[in-house]
């Protein structure tokens, strides 16, 4: 059995080393941040996420789901809130069982961080933070309070997010590496919709709250204890934006002319927005995601994609699943396992990439149309006629686990026979009606 030194226990890292663990590998995993279990709060990020059938299965593999989604809360549509306080639901699919779950951060990274440890060949180390790797003997530098230290193993795994530490030491050891990164205009900041009085529900519970308004939009996400989490996705810069709302007035005013259904459920409105944090929105590609049988990027480390489709750690729960795939497929031989493992997810990776940038086009601003609201209807009028034939995209990226690539470009296809059927029927009733019309 080998050595793992993993390299951060955020989501897609506790859930890995439990699946390794699994297998018998010696796992120590090495986390910057003190135990989530002692109150520190996963600063900056969303509070809460949702979870679909992805990350669930990666869950039920280990047998861990149940527990997760205890309080995990059911959605199952968007809850569009048009300027003039109108609401529309438009479930997420025909069949209304099919829904995503809100799911809190900081529960779940315990659920699988304590997964983990059940494995006594597990062991977890906080407050160590990476500072770099050496990829020829796989052993990670890591700062402590007590000085620097070093962990070797036969493998290191980052699963360090976004701004992985090991995959800058790929970055700046593997020659060719190639490296993408690309912000959006748009920043967020996360406010609350507390608790009504006795505990009680201020908007529909079971639906993901939208209040899209083209060029920017707000989100709502609801949390065990009643409240909800909103987001703000909004510009940096240009004449509205975060950069140009500065004092309580100004944030009051943009509230009350765009969300104003919002505003009298937001009492803590103007603290919330002066005092969290603006968050930047990055999509990170980059290749390969191995060295020989040293080194390897799983999660956000290895494909940061913006959060609009909901599928982030989604994507990185299914990595685990593959890689721990891989792993079995060759026991003897790492180097495959890792190599075998870049090969399955770095296409998938880089379409659910586009694909989550192009659902943040369709939330902000078509979701409050008609047409999209038609054409959802349309969609999900064919999955209904033509059963296991049509799957609308939504449908394949959340509720099954087809491979993102292969659900983008079945997506295509159904889109060009849905056109090209729509234009035929069009080009018969024209032809019908001229020639009712000549005779
Ligand atoms: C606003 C927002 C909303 C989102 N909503 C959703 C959603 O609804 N559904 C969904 O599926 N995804 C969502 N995501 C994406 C999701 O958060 C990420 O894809 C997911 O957290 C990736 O998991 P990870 O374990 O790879 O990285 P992370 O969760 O970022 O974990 C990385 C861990 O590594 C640690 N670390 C970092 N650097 C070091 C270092 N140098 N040394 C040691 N440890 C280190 C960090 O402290 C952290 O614990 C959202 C993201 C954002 C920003």
Known sequence: ??????????????????????????????????????????????????????????????????????HAIPMRGRMIHEKSGALHLSPYDVDPKKCINSIGRAALNTTVIEAAQRYPNVRVHFNHKCSGVDLESAAAHLETSKGPVSARGDAVIGVDGAFSAVRKSMQHDIANFQYDESYLAHGYKELTIPPGSHGSWRMEKNALHIWPRKSFMMIALPNPDCSFTCTLFWEFEGPCSFATTKTDDDVQRFFEEEFPDAVPLMPTLLDDFRNNPTGSLVTIRCAPWSYRDKVCLVGDAAHAVVPFYGQGMNAAFEDCVVLDQCLEKFPQNRERALAEYFHRRKENADALADLAIGNFIEMRDKTASKTFRAKKKLDHALEAALPGIYLPLYTMVTFTRMPYAAAAKRARVQDSWVYASLFALAAISVGAILWFLAN
């Open 1 to 70: 059995m080998a050595k793992f030194v993993l390299i951060g226990s955020g989501l897609a890292g506790g859930l890995l080393a439990a699946y390794l663990g699994r297998r018998g590998h010696d796992v120590d995993l090495y986390e910057r941040r003190a135990d989530p279990r002692e109150g520190n709060i996963v600063g900056g990020r969303s509070i809460n996420l949702a979870i679909s059938t992805r990350g669930i299965h990666a869950l039920e593999q280990i047998g861990i789901a149940e527990e997760a989604l205890e």
